[in-house]
């Protein structure tokens, strides 16, 4: 099937770590995204990881690629409440235009 | 300077009448796409387009037709509008694409259309 799956929520305090998971489908993908939607606005592009890579971080941001599993992961330090948000992971299959993205995870950070 | 605008913002209308939603980039990218944002947050690709040439066309009904009038533009156009069809249309556009590159999409605003 072609449904990329995330848990829908997850709740945090500020300054704690937030971990966001991501099961894809479709090992082809040559690069896996992580994209933010803030409340009434468009998807914004936050980090990405080439697929022969196992961890990219970039600032606050570490993102964890299992390709046995089809598993990614993205781990935001020091969560803030800006940091609030959905996070939507996505991927490529074939290395084609078609993005397909996946459920999307509503991340909420408790001051 | 807004890169990818939508317009209208918002659109509330009723069952049976046909509405169109444009869409405008200003980055110089050759691909433009449309997506559906359903009230869950779920985000599915429906059309896009490369140098105005229909390149992914999902499963839509054909009440929905896209237009491209030239790269920097692709408009929605939806007849027979029904209940399903509430929802938020994302316009979306990114740089020509190279099989097994890299592709960042740059989204618009978003259009958020309900039909009474």
């Known amino acids: 099937g072609e449904d990329v799956e995330q848990s829908l929520f997850l709740s945090v305090r500020e300054g704690d770590s937030s971990v966001i998971n991501c099961t894809y489908t479709d090992s082809s993908s040559t690069y896996l995204y992580w994209y933010k939607q803030e409340p009434g606005a468009g998807l914004q592009l936050l980090t990405y990881?080439?697929?022969?890579?196992d961890m990219k971080q970039d600032q606050r941001l570490t993102v964890l690629l299992n390709k046995k599993d089809k598993h990614l992961s993205l781990r935001i330090a020091d969560t803030q409440t800006g940091d609030s948000a959905i996070y939507f992971c996505a991927e490529n299959p074939g290395g084609t235009y078609k993005y397909i993205f996946g459920t999307g995870t509503r991340l909420k950070v408790l001051a | 300077d807004t890169a990818v605008s939508q317009t209208p913002k918002y659109l509330v209308t009723q069952m049976g009448n046909d509405k169109s939603i444009k869409c405008e980039q200003n980055?110089?990218?050759?691909?433009m796409y449309w997506y559906k944002q359903d009230s869950k947050k779920f985000l599915k690709i429906m059309f896009s387009y490369n140098n105005k040439e229909l390149i992914i066309n999902e499963t839509v009904p054909n009440r929905f037709s896209p237009k491209s009038p030239d790269k920097a533009h692709l408009n929605l156009h939806i007849n027979s509008l029904e209940l399903g069809d509430s929802a938020v249309y994302f316009c979306a556009s990114s740089q020509e694409f190279t099989s097994g590159g890299y592709l960042e999409q740059y989204f618009g605003p978003g259009t958020r259309l309900t039909v009474t």
């Open positions: 990881i080439f697929s022969n890579m």
């Open positions: 980055l110089g990218h050759d691909t």
